[in-house]
Nanobody, 122 residues
Framework: QVQLEESGGGSVQVGASLTLSCVVS????????VGWFRQGPGREREFVAS????????KYADFVNDRFAIARDNSKNMVYLQMNNLKPEDTAVYYC???????????????WGQGTQVTVSS
């Protein structure tokens, strides 16, 4: 059974940084695209960032504006999201996921973790 576990969220001030982590068990991510998604209060879940299974290529949502960086460690089956210059509109529950196929076309699996809450206050 596949399980995803996100961590690293918290309550921070505007302009702060956070690094989110995600560990996946029950499946090797070595040939999967991986990505981060978020769901803000009263909003639909939306795409944040994704990374190819090899080569380090990444894709970001427009709102990221060079503030976030996605990374992965296939040897540990882990995915990371470094977030800098956080804004109140970044407040959301953040989730990681994976899929086979192109990293540029997010198709998250049906498996979701609990997510990790990020709250940014001014």
């Amino acid at each position: 059974q596949v399980q995803l576990e996100e961590s690293g969220g918290g309550s921070v001030q505007v302009g702060a940084s956070l690094t989110l982590s995600c560990v996946v068990s029950g499946r090797s991510l070595s040939t999967d695209a991986v990505g981060w998604f978020r769901q803000g209060p009263g909003r639909e879940r939306e795409f944040v960032a994704s990374m190819a299974w090899i080569g380090g290529r990444a894709k970001y949502a427009d709102f990221v504006n060079d503030r976030f960086a996605i990374a992965r460690d296939n040897s540990k089956n882990m995915v990371y999201l470094q977030m800098n210059n956080l804004k109140p509109e970044d407040t959301a529950v953040y989730y990681c996921n994976y899929w086979s196929g192109a990293f540029t076309v997010p198709r998250p699996s049906d498996y979701w973790g609990q997510g990790t809450q990020v709250t940014v206050s001014s």
